[in-house]
């Protein structure tokens, strides 16, 4: 089992930056692809950032490209979302999600269901 626990939200006006922490537990977090993901209210669940389990792949949804950036830190078993540039549009609960399936993403690295575990979420405003 693992537990992920999401920090770092908070409010913040238009332009500013956010950096999120998703801290992991289990001596096994550094083998796992972590998603990051955002709810804003009435909407689904969307994916927003993705790393292997080394760091050096990662990939975007195109409304955070040039924006976000993650980063994962596993002597921490710590998993980071830097977000910059941030827009009333980016207000949303944020989640953090391990695969422990793979240590590298598929081609499903979008998609809910290929995440095991979840963290409880923490919550970004952005105001205009």
């Known amino acids: 089992q693992v537990q992920l626990v999401e920090s770092g939200g908070g409010l913040v006006q238009t332009g500013g930056s956010l950096r999120l922490s998703c801290a992991g537990s289990?001596?096994?977090?550094?083998?796992?692809?972590m998603g990051w993901f955002r709810q804003a209210p009435g909407k689904e669940r969307e994916f927003v950032a993705v790393?292997?389990?080394?760091?050096?792949?990662?990939y975007y949804a195109d409304s955070g490209k040039g924006r976000f950036t993650i980063s994962r830190d596993n002597g921490k078993n710590t998993v980071y979302l830097q977000m910059n540039s941030l827009k009333p549009e980016d207000s949303a609960v944020y989640y953090c999600?391990?695969?422990?399936?793979?240590?590298?993403?598929?081609?499903?690295?979008?998609?809910?269901?290929?995440?095991?575990?979840w963290g409880q979420g923490t919550q970004v405003t952005v105001s205009s």
């Open positions: 790393i292997n389990w080394s760091g050096d792949s990662t």
């Open positions: 289990g001596r096994t977090f550094n083998r796992y692809t």
């Open positions: 999600a391990a695969d422990r399936q793979r240590s590298s993403y598929s081609h499903n690295y979008y998609k809910i269901g290929e995440y095991d575990f």
